[in-house]
């Protein structure tokens, strides 16, 4: 079947049979090796992408149930050279160690951001519940959010 | 190696027309189906019959004094609607519970209901509510009462040609909870878990029903408990001798993520929490 559906901002045509999870569409057919594969069940986050811009587990979605819909990978963030807030602040808290579930965290942080500008501490760890680190510990990571919270608050109230 | 074959219908009628076939599985949203088909060799796979282009297994409707759910709703759309908070606060508190925030925005009343898993979250709710499901096949439809619908752990009374096309249930009495108990509170399947539906009057229970959740091979009324309640008052002593008798009708077994004493213990705490809850909201 042909596949229509927009990855980060791009309207894409893919020939697929359409059981393909949508992680191995990503990484393998058009090379976004941003999305990791951590546990592969839906449990860990690592896959974690936008559809129509909430989180969902690219290892848990077939490429026949996103036609005509909207995906953002970790590569759709940014624009251009600068760094999404939420990318910026992950970098300056230190809340990224080894790295590999950094693009889902990033992805769920900002899905939560865009929902909720001024998150609670609860609130940012039901939003985080389904990505696990292994390395930080998670406070560095909720400091993250916090900073990107006060930064695009700023920068909101700056445009007005 | 061969990929499984993929059928999307846009109609109702397409999918129905579909389910029937040989090899072919439904999938809703894919959050356990996925999960189990994960160490299946790709040339082992069934043909997905892919729901999600029909749109009207999507809708939450008000239907008489309750409600019409369509099966593809998701977990999230049920923690977010406004009309299931004030109808049905049971099966919004198990939805806003299940899974982590990637999973709800997947996981679908149907998907979950279909499974047949006696620990599923939005069953216990279910059974409060007296849900009844519309079973569809391309001949036409019959209903079904939630507590008639499973057999065993995985086993329902879903024939082969049919899917769940409506779920429809009364709204909630003016008192109702879901509470369960997990390994951690994001991502685990449930130990055990206690929805109630309850109407007090003049301080006194006028209805309830209760169900418990993962303690027996289906969900389960706790009926003696139900009717021990009936035109009590809600104190101390009633809910104490509550708590003993639900812990009694619970079933429950040792398994890989708990024993049956400790599941039958926890029915009657959590019916406490529940019920006290109620009484200290008057």
Redesign the interface.
């Known amino acids: 079947?042909k596949l229509k559906f927009t990855v980060n901002r791009r309207a894409t045509t893919l020939e697929v049979?359409?059981?393909?999870?949508v992680i191995d569409l990503l990484r393998e057919r058009l090379g976004l090796v941003g999305t990791k594969e951590g546990c592969?069940?839906?449990?860990c986050?690592a896959c974690?992408v936008l559809?129509d811009g909430?989180?969902?587990?690219s290892?848990?979605?077939?490429s026949?149930?996103v036609?005509g819909r909207e995906i953002t990978t970790i590569e759709g963030l940014s624009e251009g050279e600068s760094l999404h807030p939420v990318q910026a602040a992950f970098a300056e808290t230190g809340a990224v160690q080894c790295g590999f579930c950094t693009p889902g965290l990033v992805l769920?942080s900002a899905?939560l951001l865009a929902d909720i500008p001024a998150p609670s501490r609860e609130q940012m760890k039901?939003?985080l519940?389904?990505?696990l680190c292994r390395c930080t510990g998670y406070q560095k990571i909720f400091e993250a959010v916090e900073l990107a919270s006060r930064n695009m608050r700023r920068e909101k109230r700056r445009r007005r | 190696m061969r990929?499984?074959?993929?059928i999307?219908p846009r109609s109702l009628r397409e999918a129905l027309r579909a389910v029937g076939r040989k090899g072919v599985v439904a999938?809703a949203g894919?959050?356990d189906l996925?999960?189990r088909l994960?160490d299946v060799a790709a040339g082992e796979?069934p043909?997905?019959l892919?729901l999600?282009?029909v749109r009207t297994l999507h809708s939450i409707a008000p239907r008489g004094k309750g409600l019409a759910l369509g099966p593809l709703v998701t977990f999230?759309e049920i923690e977010r609607s406004s009309l299931l908070r004030t109808l049905a606060p049971q099966l919004v508190e198990a939805a806003s519970v299940a899974?982590?925030?990637?999973?709800r925005?997947?996981a679908t009343l149907g998907g979950n209901i279909a499974n047949g898993s006696p620990a599923g979250d939005l069953l216990p709710p279910l059974y409060v509510l007296s849900a009844r499901l519309e079973l569809s096949y391309s001949g036409g439809r019959r209903q079904v009462m939630i507590e008639d619908f499973f057999k065993g752990p995985g086993e329902t009374v879903l024939r082969r040609n049919e899917l769940i096309t409506r779920v429809v249930f009364e709204r909630s009495q003016n008192r109702g909870f879901f509470l369960r108990l997990a390994v951690r509170?994001?991502?685990a399947i449930s130990k055990v878990s206690v929805a109630a539906n309850v109407s007090l009057r003049n301080g006194r229970v006028q209805s309830v029903r209760i169900a418990l959740g993962a303690v027996a091979p289906t969900v389960l009324r706790a009926s003696r408990t139900e009717e021990y309640l009936l035109g009590r008052e809600l104190d101390r002593d009633s809910i104490e001798t509550a708590c003993g008798l639900a812990s009694g009708e619970a079933a429950p077994i040792d398994d890989i993520r708990s024993e049956a004493d400790y599941r039958r213990e926890m029915v009657g705490v959590l019916l406490g929490r529940g019920l006290l809850r109620i009484a200290s909201a008057r």
């Open positions: 079947m049979t359409g059981a393909e999870r592969g069940k839906g449990e986050g974690t559809l909430s989180p969902v587990c290892c848990l979605l077939l026949s149930q036609a769920s899905a039901r939003a519940a389904g990505n | 990929e499984a074959s993929v999307a999938v894919g959050t996925l999960v994960h796979r043909s997905f892919v999600d282009g999230s899974g982590s925030v990637q999973i925005n997947r509170r994001a991502l």
